[in-house]
């Protein structure tokens, strides 16, 4: 059974960083675009950013120059680096695994930014 499980959230300062990591397990994901999304409180969910299996990133206008998503596709696992973290990037954030007709969903980790 494919599953994705993230770990690494957690409570920082303003201007702190964390880093999320995503195993995915019960099959090869390397062909999967991955992903990083998340939900502040009482809103939607939004795009973080994305890897292709080629290795291209995508990243949302707000994460542009503080995020780095990277993969490792021998260890199936996908990272958010996220530094210079503001408030306003607390949110529930999900690793997101994505080819032709199939999505996988992680379970989300809980990031909070407060001083």
């Known amino acids: 059974q494919e599953q994705l499980v993230e770990s690494g959230g957690g409570s920082v300062q303003p201007g702190g960083s964390l880093r999320l990591s995503c195993a995915a397990s019960?099959?090869?994901?390397?062909?999967?675009?991955m992903g990083w999304y998340r939900q502040p409180l009482g809103k939607q969910r939004e795009l973080v950013a994305t890897i292709s299996s080629g290795g291209r990133t995508n990243y949302a206008d707000f994460a542009k120059g503080r995020f780095t998503i990277s993969r490792d596709n021998a260890k199936n696992t996908v990272d958010l680096e996220m530094k210079s973290l503001k408030p306003e990037d607390t949110a529930v954030y999900y690793c997101?695994?994505?080819?032709?007709?199939?999505?996988?969903w992680g379970q989300g980790t809980q990031v909070t930014v407060s001083s």
């Open positions: 997101n695994a994505f080819a032709a007709f199939t999505t996988y």
């Open positions: 019960g099959s090869t994901f390397s062909g999967y675009t």
